[in-house]
């Protein structure tokens, strides 16, 4: 088990050097976990008014689009611009005091005003301001000054470039050749003008696959160690972002940032912000950071300066006060890694460092004031005695807490010591001879074309199963699969294989087995990434304010919105337990729920406008409930086929375990081999893999 557990974490941080970064500009910047996020630009100034009213639709940074303001009135705001309170020096100090590691500036949001001097537009804060400041440079040089390290935010749509796409509600617009050409101007000079750039955070926009790996090698064509965000678009990327304010509830197998803001309504200041109670918003703040790290991620902290550069007071002492924690406790937090666990835990989170294990008093108190660790393999050494008593009992650590260790305003943090460096713990062990994606831990990363359709892939899945005397895998796939070339790791060893030597077997539907009439709900829900889970009926639509229309047509085109899905529901009554084949078809990406539980979920290839294939359905005895989202991102019309498949067979293929397995603990994954990206969806949830004990 240690092999597969040795191979994942290297796979983790391939992903780090996955363009020319160095293992470690990756390590470093994964340990630095904890960085300041600076919104400020002419719509600082504003403050989220204007014409003496509050904005209150949308984010203040997107005041120009959201009031709205015409461009004439909005490069008017620049000639009043003259921040004489903007301290580089000042928001280092507090950056470090805070414990955050690098400090991440915007040096042009979706406005195009530049707050660097650049030969590309007047539109920035040295031509266009009475301050005639470049603050990348003043923010760039304090960073260094006092140890920290600098990154920038870079908007990949601009509003005031007369070339770009026009202005939409939803920023995610194509990028124009003329514009991309203007957008590498620019990337040139600030890869060329400010020193080391640790991270270039990407924003919005919808470029081509072509312009978003131009621009990734750009990068690290200037700059070999600058971590590129994933909002570059089409899986482009170093490191993937979380959307905004959101955290992912599982561990990723890729490295990963989520960015937060003071407030979830904005991130450019706003003048009327109700900032309440300094103290719940530390904790607040203090809890999302503990639950990225405990989850193997990075924390982007940001502030949003008023329009005289001054840090707001509110802003300032949250900031100070997760600092003075993080004085306390930073050796929990830096440099460390996610939970070995797989398990949630209600009493709080944990992080882990070569023998140590860290747990965050976080979450709710244990009705018995007892925390109870499974750690098999392990010999506690000692606890560290500030707030607790330790016990070992076999593989069975147990700590019992008092009551007082969660009633304070801090969050307390227990350490642990054990007599080996702590991995990750395998899943769940399976005694089944059969492994299918629905008992299996899926390996997690991030995919997307731009930011409306990041969604969390299944690059790979993995079992740890029991099976004494294992000579051989019969592996089953549907022509979905047929041609493919899959890597199976069993035990560490990697063996390819070709899915092309297979048996043909009938999957025929049991007699009595009925689909029921076909159910249409759309337009809604632009964004691709959705929840695991879906509660709809008739009586209850997926989409608000809209309803299930009853059609004859199992197959269908409507005309749809860009960012819009449609949603296809069927009824299956089976008289058993089986599994069927089903003929599934999409347009940009596909999603398919089974009694409520997503089997299947993928983008389809960069415009692909409908796409059929097929998918395998576990059907129940009884009645079931099948529901296709057909997700549609750039076209004028959506596309829907959802239908038993003509031709109900599978293939079955024999792999012959060419090396010698001992034990009866095993450990396998399997995932595409070669794929063009390590974040794109393996499309492998058809297979299942049955275990055999002799060479039939």
């Known amino acids: 088990?240690?092999?597969?557990?040795?191979?994942?974490?290297?796979?983790?941080?391939?992903?780090?050097?996955?363009?020319?970064?160095?293992q470690e500009a990756f390590r470093q910047w994964h340990g630095d976990k904890y960085s300041m996020f600076i919104h400020f630009g002419l719509y600082s100034q504003l403050g989220g008014v204007w014409q003496g009213k509050q904005v209150k639709n949308g984010y203040s940074e997107q005041i120009q689009a959201f009031a709205?303001?015409?461009?004439?009135?909005?490069?008017?705001?620049?000639?009043?611009?003259?921040?004489?309170?903007?301290?580089?020096?000042?928001?280092?100090?507090?950056?470090?005091?805070?414990?955050?590691?690098?400090?991440?500036?915007?040096?042009?949001?979706?406005?195009?005003?530049?707050?660097?001097?650049?030969?590309?537009?007047?539109?920035?804060?040295?031509?266009?301001?009475?301050?005639?400041?470049?603050?990348?440079?003043?923010?760039?040089e304090a960073a260094r000054r006092h140890g920290l390290r600098f990154g920038l935010y870079y908007s990949l749509i601009d509003w005031h470039y007369p070339y770009a796409s026009p202005m939409s509600p939803h920023n995610a617009d194509f990028i124009t050749e003329a514009h991309h050409a203007f957008s590498k101007a620019q990337l040139k000079e600030l890869l060329t003008n400010y020193g080391k750039i640790s991270e270039l955070w990407f924003d919005m926009g919808a470029n081509t696959p072509a312009q978003s790996?131009?621009?990734?090698?750009?990068?690290?064509?200037?700059?070999?160690?600058?971590?590129?965000?994933?909002?570059?678009?089409?899986?482009?990327?170093?490191?993937?972002?979380?959307?905004?304010?959101d955290y992912p509830d599982k561990t990723l197998h890729a490295p990963w940032q989520s960015a937060a803001s003071m407030f979830d309504e904005t991130w450019g200041y706003r003048a009327w912000q109700d900032r309440g109670c300094i103290e719940n918003k530390v904790?607040?703040?203090?809890r999302s950071l503990i639950n990225v790290v405990s989850r193997g991620g990075n924390y982007l902290l940001n502030i949003g300066p008023k329009g005289n550069g001054a840090v707001v007071d509110f802003e300032k002492e949250v900031l100070e006060q997760v600092g003075d924690w993080l004085f306390r406790y930073g050796y929990a937090v830096y440099q460390t890694e996610a939970s070995p666990f797989q398990e949630e835990f209600t009493w709080g989170e944990v992080t882990r460092k070569d023998n140590h294990l860290y747990l965050f008093?976080?979450?709710?108190?244990?009705?018995?004031?007892?925390?109870?660790?499974?750690?098999?393999?392990?010999?506690?050494?000692?606890?560290?005695?500030?707030?607790?008593?330790?016990?070992?009992?076999?593989?069975?650590?147990?700590?019992?807490?008092?009551?007082?260790?969660?009633?304070?305003k801090q969050i307390h943090v227990l350490t642990l010591s054990f007599?080996?460096?702590?991995?990750?713990?395998?899943?769940?062990?399976?005694?089944?001879?059969?492994?299918?994606?629905?008992?299996?831990?899926?390996?997690y990363s991030y995919s997307c074309f731009d930011y409306y359709t990041n969604y969390r892939s299944i690059t790979g899945y993995s079992w740890n199963f029991e099976q004494l005397l294992l000579k051989q895998l019969e592996i089953i796939y549907t022509s979905q699969e047929a041609g493919r070339e899959i890597d199976l790791i069993l035990d560490g060893k990697t063996y390819t294989v070709t899915l092309d030597k297979g048996k043909e077997i009938k999957e025929t539907a049991f007699s009595g087995t009925t689909w029921g009439e076909t159910y249409v709900c759309g337009p809604g829900n632009g964004a691709f990434h959705s929840a695991e889970k879906l509660d709809a009926d008739l009586q209850h639509a997926p989409v608000s304010g809209k309803t299930w229309?009853?059609?004859?047509?199992?197959?269908?085109?409507?005309?749809?919105?860009i960012l819009s899905s449609y949603y296809v529901m069927r009824e299956i009554d089976s008289p058993r337990s089986q599994h069927i084949l089903a003929e599934i078809g999409a347009g940009n990406g596909m999603e398919v729920y089974l009694n409520g539980k997503l089997i299947a979920k993928h983008l389809n290839p960069y415009r692909t406008k409908f796409r059929t294939e097929k998918v395998i359905l576990p059907l129940k005895k009884g009645k079931n409930q099948v529901i296709l989202r057909s997700y549609n991102r750039f076209e004028n019309e959506a596309a829907y086929l959802l239908r038993p498949?003509?031709?109900?067979?599978?293939?079955?293929?024999?792999?012959?375990?060419?090396?010698?397995?001992?034990?009866?603990?095993?450990?396998?994954?399997?995932?595409?081999?070669?794929?063009?990206?390590?974040?794109?969806?393996?499309?492998?949830?058809?297979?299942?893999?049955?275990?055999?004990?002799?060479?039939?």
Request: glycine residues 6%; aromatic residues 8%.
């Open 549 to 561: 229309t009853k059609t004859d047509k199992d197959s269908d085109k409507v005309s749809s919105p």
């Open 283 to 286: 904790r607040e703040k203090t």
């Open 1 to 22: 088990m240690k092999k597969l557990l040795i191979i994942l974490l290297m796979y983790v941080i391939g992903l780090g050097a996955k363009g020319q970064v160095s």
């Open 361 to 408: 008093l976080s979450g709710k108190y244990p009705a018995d004031g007892k925390i109870t660790l499974q750690m098999p393999g392990y010999l506690l050494q000692k606890g560290d005695g500030k707030m607790a008593t330790y016990l070992q009992y076999g593989d069975e650590v147990v700590l019992t807490v008092p009551a007082s260790a969660y009633k304070d």
């Open 213 to 245: 790996k131009e621009l990734y090698e750009l990068v690290h064509q200037y700059q070999p160690d600058c971590m590129v965000s994933g909002r570059l678009g089409n899986d482009q990327y170093d490191f993937c972002v979380m959307a905004d304010n």
């Open 645 to 696: 498949a003509e031709e109900q067979k599978a293939y079955r293929q024999d792999f012959i375990i060419p090396d010698a397995v001992n034990g009866k603990e095993h450990s396998l994954t399997i995932k595409p081999h070669n794929p063009s990206s390590p974040h794109t969806d393996a499309e492998l949830f058809n297979l299942r893999i049955r275990l055999r004990r002799i060479a039939m």
């Open 419 to 443: 007599d080996k460096k702590i991995e990750p713990f395998p899943g769940k062990t399976i005694r089944n001879a059969v492994l299918t994606p629905r008992n299996a831990t899926p390996q």
């Open 68 to 140: 709205p303001i015409s461009k004439k009135d909005y490069e008017k705001i620049a000639g009043q611009f003259n921040p004489t309170q903007f301290n580089a020096d000042s928001i280092a100090v507090l950056a470090k005091k805070a414990g955050m590691h690098s400090i991440i500036l915007t040096s042009k949001h979706h406005d195009g005003f530049c707050l660097f001097k650049t030969a590309t537009t007047s539109f920035n804060s040295y031509d266009a301001t009475p301050c005639k400041r470049d603050f990348v440079k003043e923010i760039s």
